[in-house]
C-alpha cells in the first residue's frame, strides 16, 4: 500500500500529465511539481526522523539524489536524441537535444555542488578525486562543451550533427558516473535500495524525485520552444548568417 | 587501579552518540542554493521565451 | 560508362597515412614544434615544483602525458588545418575511397606522431626527473602507445568539427580533454608502474582499461567521423 501510493501513483501521474494531458502540461506540470516537491521538502525537512550516523546532515539527500537522478534522465534523453538525429534529421529532435541538455546540466551541476557541501560534515572534505565525483566532473565539463560547441557553430545543419556526435561520445561516460560506485572502491556509498533505506526516508525521497522529474520535464518542454522558435528564424533568413569558414567557400578563394 | 575506573568512567561519558550533531547550516545551504538555482532557471526560461509575431524572433 | 570502383577502405586509409607521413616528413614542421613546446612544458613542470626531485620522480608519469596532451591539441589542429587550406578535404571527400579511410589514416597517424613525441621524452625525463625505465621497453611502449590511440581517435573526430567553427583553438580542447580524463588517468598510473616498478602486478588491469577505452572511442570515431566532415 504505502510503496502503491508513493512510489507507483505519483509515477502514473506524471506519465499521465506528459502524454495524455499534454497539451496542458504547461499548466499542470507546474502544479504537480509543487505540490510534489512541497510534501517532499517539506517531510523531508520537518518530519523525517534525522539519520543514525550523519543525523540533520542526511536531509540534503532529498535535494541532492533527486537532483542527480533528473541531470542523469535529461541526459540519456539528450543521447538519445543525438542518435535520432544522425538517423533522421529533424529540427525537433535537435530542439529536443539542446533543452535535455540544458536542463540536465542544470539539475547536475546543483547536484554536484550539493554532493560537495554534504561531504564537508560527513567525509571531512568539499572535494575527493574518488572515481564518482572524478567522472561527475567530467561530466558537468563535457557537456559545457557541448553547450559551448552549439554556441559557436552559426550553420543549423552542421550545428546539429556535431552536436549530435558529441552528444553520442559525451554520452559515454553517463554509465561510468553510474556504476562508478559498484565498480570502484568510491568514498561514495554504493547504489542505496528499499531494502537498505529506512521506511520513513523513503516517502520523501520519492515525492522529491518525481517533483524534480516534472521541474526537468517543465523546463525541458520550455526550453524545446525556445530552440524550435530559435531553428524557425535561422531557417527562415539564411542570408542573415554569416556562413561557417572554409568549408561552404568555392575551393580557391579562401 | 580506581582511578583507572574513574578515568574510564569519564571517558565513556565524552564518547559521543557516533551521530553529526547540529548542520543544519549545511542543509538550508543546500536547499537554498536549490530553490535559488531552479528559480532562476524558470526566471531564464521566462526571459527567453519566444515573442508570437509572424515576422519571427531575432535572436 | 562505369561507375569507377571504390578502392578498397585499408587501402585508401594506407594511401593518405602514407601520404601525411610524407608531407610531414618533407617539412618536420609539426613535429619540430611538437619536440620544442613538449620540452618546454616538462621543463616548466619541474621549475614549478622546485628542485624536490622525489616529487618529480614519482609523477613524471603524469607529466609526461601531460606534456603529450598539451603537444596534441597542437597536432591534432594542425593535421585538419592542412586539409582546409586549398579545399584538400574537398578533394578528398570526392575520391571514390571510403570517408572513415581519412579517419582511419589521420587517427594513425596523430598516433605515430605522438607515440615518436613520447618516445624522444623518456630519455629527457630520465636526465631531468632521475626517472629510470623499471619495467622495460615492451611494456613502455605498449603505455605510449594504447595511450596515444586513446588521445588520437576522439582527438581526431573533434579537431575536424573545432577546425569550421568559430574560436577553433579553444573549442578542441575544451571537447577533448574532459573525455579522455579517464583514459589519460589510466595510462598515466601505467606509466607510473612503468617507471617505478610494479610490485603488485597490476599493469595487465590498466592495460586492459585503456584497451577498452580505445574500442570505444575507435569504435565511435569510425561511425560518426564521416557524418562530421559530409557537407
Known amino acids: 500500500m504505502f510503496i502503491l501510493t508513493t512510489a507507483v501513483l505519483p509515477g502514473v501521474i506524471l506519465i499521465l500529465l506528459l502524454t495524455v494531458g499534454r497539451k496542458y502540461a504547461h499548466l499542470t506540470l507546474p502544479v504537480y511539481a ?20 550523519m543525523g540533520d546532515v542526511q536531509r540534503i539527500m532529498y535535494a541532492h539524489v533527486p537532483a542527480v537522478w533528473s541531470a542523469l534522465v535529461a541526459l540519456v534523453i ?70 559551448a560547441l552549439r554556441r559557436f557553430v552559426e550553420d543549423p545543419e552542421k550545428r546539429a550533427t556535431w552536436s549530435s556526435v558529441v552528444g553520442i561520445i559525451a554520452a559515454v561516460d553517463l554509465p561510468i558516473i553510474w556504476f562508478s560506485v559498484k565498480w570502484w572502491r568510491s568514498l561514495h556509498q554504493v547504489q542505496s535500495s528499499p531494502k537498505t533505506t529506512d521506511v520513513a526516508f523513503q516517502l520523501p525521497l520519492r515525492l522529491s524525485s518525481y517533483a524534480f522529474l516534472a521541474l526537468a520535464a517543465l523546463f525541458i518542454i520550455h526550453r524545446y520552444r525556445i530552440a524550435m522558435s530559435e531553428r524557425k528564424a535561422e531557417v527562415a533568413l539564411p542570408e542573415a548568417l554569416p556562413t561557417d569558414a572554409q568549408a561552404n567557400r568555392t575551393a580557391g578563394v579562401m | 587501579m580506581s582511578s583507572l575506573m574513574l578515568l574510564a568512567q569519564v571517558a565513556a ?8 550533531q547540529g548542520g543544519w547550516g549545511y542543509v538550508w545551504a543546500s536547499y537554498g542554493i536549490t530553490w535559488g538555482a531552479l528559480t532562476l532557471y524558470a526566471l531564464s526560461l521566462w526571459l527567453r521565451r519566444p515573442k508570437n509575431s509572424p515576422v519571427g524572433p531575432k535572436e | 560508362m562505369s561507375r569507377p570502383r571504390p578502392i578498397g577502405m585499408l587501402r585508401a586509409a594506407g594511401v593518405l597515412l602514407g601520404k601525411d607521413l610524407l608531407i ?83 587517427a594513425v597517424g596523430n598516433t605515430l606522431l605522438l607515440v615518436l ?111 562530421v566532415i559530409e557537407d
Open chain 1, 34 to 53: 509543487l505540490i510534489t516537491l512541497g510534501i517532499g521538502h517539506g517531510v523531508g525537512l520537518f518530519v523525517a526522523p534525522p539519520d543514525r550516523e
Open chain 1, 78 to 147: 539528450n543521447f538519445g536524441c543525438s542518435v535520432a538525429y544522425l538517423f533522421n534529421p529533424s529540427w525537433k529532435t535537435d530542439s529536443l537535444a539542446e533543452a535535455s541538455a540544458e536542463v540536465g546540466l542544470l539539475f547536475g551541476a546543483v547536484g554536484v555542488l550539493l554532493g560537495s557541501i554534504w561531504g564537508k560534515p560527513t567525509w571531512g572534505v568539499y572535494w575527493t578525486w574518488d572515481p564518482r565525483l572524478t567522472t561527475a566532473a567530467i561530466m558537468l565539463v563535457a557537456y559545457m562543451g557541448y553547450l
Open chain 2, 13 to 20: 561519558g565524552e564518547v559521543g552518540s557516533g551521530r553529526i
Open chain 3, 24 to 106: 610531414e616528413w618533407r617539412t618536420r614542421a609539426r613535429l619540430n614544434a611538437l619536440v620544442f613546446f613538449a620540452l618546454s612544458t616538462l621543463l616548466l613542470f619541474s621549475f614549478a615544483l622546485g628542485p624536490d626531485t622525489k616529487l618529480l620522480e614519482r609523477n613524471a608519469g603524469g607529466y609526461l602525458w601531460l606534456a603529450i596532451l598539451f603537444a596534441s591539441t597542437l597536432s591534432l589542429g594542425e593535421s585538419f588545418r592542412v586539409e582546409y587550406e586549398n579545399a584538400c578535404m574537398d578533394g578528398l571527400r570526392l575520391a571514390p575511397a571510403d570517408a572513415r579511410a581519412i579517419f582511419l589514416s589521420k
Open chain 3, 117 to 227: 613525441l613520447g618516445g624522444l621524452l623518456i630519455p629527457v625525463m630520465v636526465a631531468l626527473y632521475g626517472v629510470k625505465v623499471v619495467l622495460g621497453v615492451g611494456d613502455l611502449l605498449t603505455t605510449l602507445v594504447l595511450g596515444c590511440m586513446a588521445l588520437a581517435a576522439p582527438g581526431c573526430v573533434y579537431a575536424a568539427i573545432a577546425n569550421n567553427a568559430r574560436a577553433r583553438d579553444v573549442l578542441l580542447p575544451l571537447l577533448l580533454f574532459p573525455l579522455i580524463v579517464p583514459a589519460l588517468l589510466a595510462a598515466t598510473k601505467a606509466m607510473a608502474l612503468v617507471l617505478q616498478g610494479d610490485p603488485m602486478d597490476q599493469l595487465g588491469s590498466w592495460f586492459g582499461l585503456l584497451g577498452g577505452f580505445n574500442l570505444i572511442y575507435w569504435g565511435l570515431g569510425f561511425v560518426l567521423f564521416p557524418r
